[in-house]
Antibody, heavy 125, light 113 residues
Framework: QVQLVESGGGVVQPGRSLRLSCAAS????????MHWVRQAPGKGLEWVAV????????YYADSVKGRFTISRDNSKNTLYLQMNSLRAEDTAVYYC??????????????????WGQGTMVTVSS | DIVMTQSPDSLAVSLGERATINCKSS????????????LAWYQQKPGQPPKLLIY???TRESGVPDRFSGSGSGTDFTLTISSLQAEDVAVYYC?????????FGPGTKVDIK
């Protein structure tokens, strides 16, 4: 079945780095845009980043721009989020989510139809 | 950035009654070229990831009960649960996907009265 499974979360000190992974299965991963969305404890949803089907286009929320990098390996059906210079306010559950199907820039602009269960990142000394 | 707001913050509705949630965007999310509103609704139950309910402002995702409906255009949108069921207790979020900052509303918590 269609599935997204995140991994790589944990406890990390402020200023350090962490890389999250999202393994996709059950669909043609290389045809879809993919997103990271986070949710701080007891708070709402915050979109983090998107990457196009082939990795050629990437966009970030202002809150993570310059610190986080989204990437993908279509040969491994895996999405990544490299998080550097982590801050306490980055503490959250991080979800990967499937975006639009297709190979035009317009297909970035689609709702998120499949979500993983999330992985918790805690930034604390 | 497009800012999304929702009202109310929370509501309690009796079983079988109607629940209505409003969402407003700071600028239009209607794309004139295709006449589509780039607006989605998600449901999130405690301890679970969000689930897509509605996209293009009014298209129900496959498998979503028909008691859920979306309406509106431009900057003002509504999610309606026509007859609230116990399993509908959740937080509901609207989201715009018009811009490449895919902003969510702050959420509306729905409970049983």
């Amino acid at each position: 079945q269609v599935q997204l499974v995140e991994s790589g979360g944990g406890v990390v000190q402020p200023g350090r780095s962490l890389r999250l992974s999202c393994a996709a299965s059950g669909f043609t991963f290389s045809s879809y845009a993919m997103h990271w969305v986070r949710q701080a404890p007891g708070k709402g949803l915050e979109w983090v980043a998107v990457i196009s089907y082939d990795g050629s286009n990437k966009y970030y929320a202002d809150s993570v721009k310059g610190r986080f990098t989204i990437s993908r390996d279509n040969s491994k059906n895996t999405l990544y989020l490299q998080m550097n210079s982590l801050r306490a306010e980055d503490t959250a559950v991080y979800y990967c989510a499937r975006g639009g199907l297709g190979r035009t820039s317009l297909t970035l602009h689609r709702a998120f139809d499949i979500w993983g269960q999330g992985t918790m990142v805690t930034v604390s000394s | 950035d497009i800012v999304m707001t929702q009202s109310p913050d929370s509501l309690a509705v009796s079983l079988g009654e109607r629940a209505t949630i409003n969402c407003k965007s700071s600028q239009s999310v209607l794309y004139s070229s295709n006449n589509k509103n780039y607006l989605a609704w998600y449901q999130q139950k405690p301890g679970q990831p969000p689930k897509l309910l509605i996209y293009w402002a009014s298209t129900r995702e496959s498998g979503v009960p028909d008691r859920f409906s979306g309406s509106g255009s431009g900057t003002d949108f509504t999610l309606t649960i026509s007859s609230l069921q116990a399993e509908d207790v959740a937080v509901y979020y609207c989201q715009q996907y018009y811009s490449t900052e895919f902003t969510f509303g702050p959420g509306t918590k729905v409970d049983i009265k």
